[in-house]
């Protein structure tokens, strides 16, 4: 479909980011596959995927993912009195899923991955 953001081929919330940044205009329904795509990559199975995804620019990967993570955040909260209940629903759930893998009590999150980073 177009102007839809497909996240069935993303591996790591680096690549979903990107993607979804690249993207540029995104609607209620690629807003909302985002945040349920990346909820789901943060998922404890695909956990060790994604915080192997260090390379030599990490420092600068760090800073661009924050970009791109701030950006389409920005984007979700300035839109979301747009969505529809199916996106709106969405979106929060997979807002909700983020925050319950982020706010783990007791474990620590890598510099640099998207656990920390979120």
Known sequence: RKGFLDMRHCQTVEA?????????DLNPGSLSSFWTGVSRLMA???QSNTLTQQNHD?????KQLVKQLNSIFTKTMKEITKFGPKHLSQ??????????IVDNRGQ??????PQQIL
Do not use: S
């Open 16 to 24: 979903a980011a990107k993607k979804a940044f690249n993207m540029g």
């Open 44 to 46: 404890p199975r695909y």
């Open 58 to 62: 990490g420092k600068d990967q760090q």
């Open 91 to 100: 979106t929060a759930h997979g807002l909700a899923k983020i925050v319950k």
């Open 108 to 113: 620590r999150h890598l510099p640099g991955t």
